[in-house]
């Protein structure tokens, strides 16, 4: 197997590492109908996340390997977009997650009590549009990693 093949591979397993944890980490969150449940899927979310952060980051750095290989790449309109929008679905961590599941974090910790109070949806529905985002920015990638349209 040549190197580039063993990168096509690593990026391939590193899309499904990562990826498909975060495709399935509102589903996890959503499913649940009381604090318990919920303080628990948010610990199960946070295992994933983990998942998504190694994946990421083998992803970034096997297509970049891959395009300094084969140079060609970079001329390719489907790889810049790729890697545009990956670096921006990337950058969605810092500036747009981070600051709105800090607050359901600090709150999961803080409340008291078994019924899921209704402050708590409307924080999730803020933080879930931009996953939700997020993810269709994935599945833009993934179809562009396929089809290699332009």
Do not use: C, D
């Not at 078994?114 to 993810?135: A, D, H, T, V």
């Amino acid at each position: 197997m040549s190197l580039y093949m063993l990168l096509v591979t690593i990026h391939v397993f590193s899309a499904i590492l990562g990826m498909g944890p975060g495709f399935v980490m509102i589903r996890v969150v959503s499913s649940a109908k009381n604090m318990t449940e919920l303080r628990h899927a948010y610990a199960i979310r946070n295992r994933f996340h983990t998942f998504v952060m190694i994946g990421g980051t083998l992803l970034l750095i096997t297509g970049l390997a891959m395009g300094f290989l084969n140079p060609s790449l970079f001329a390719e309109g489907w790889y810049w977009l790729s890697l545009i929008l990956f670096l921006i679905a990337l950058a969605f961590g810092p500036l747009l997650l981070s600051p709105r599941s800090k607050p359901i974090k600090r709150w999961l910790n803080e409340y008291n009590g078994q019924e899921i109070p209704s402050k708590y949806y409307s924080m999730e529905k803020k933080l879930f549009r931009y996953e939700r985002l997020e993810n269709i920015i994935f599945l833009i990638i993934i179809v562009l990693m396929i089809l290699k349209p332009f």
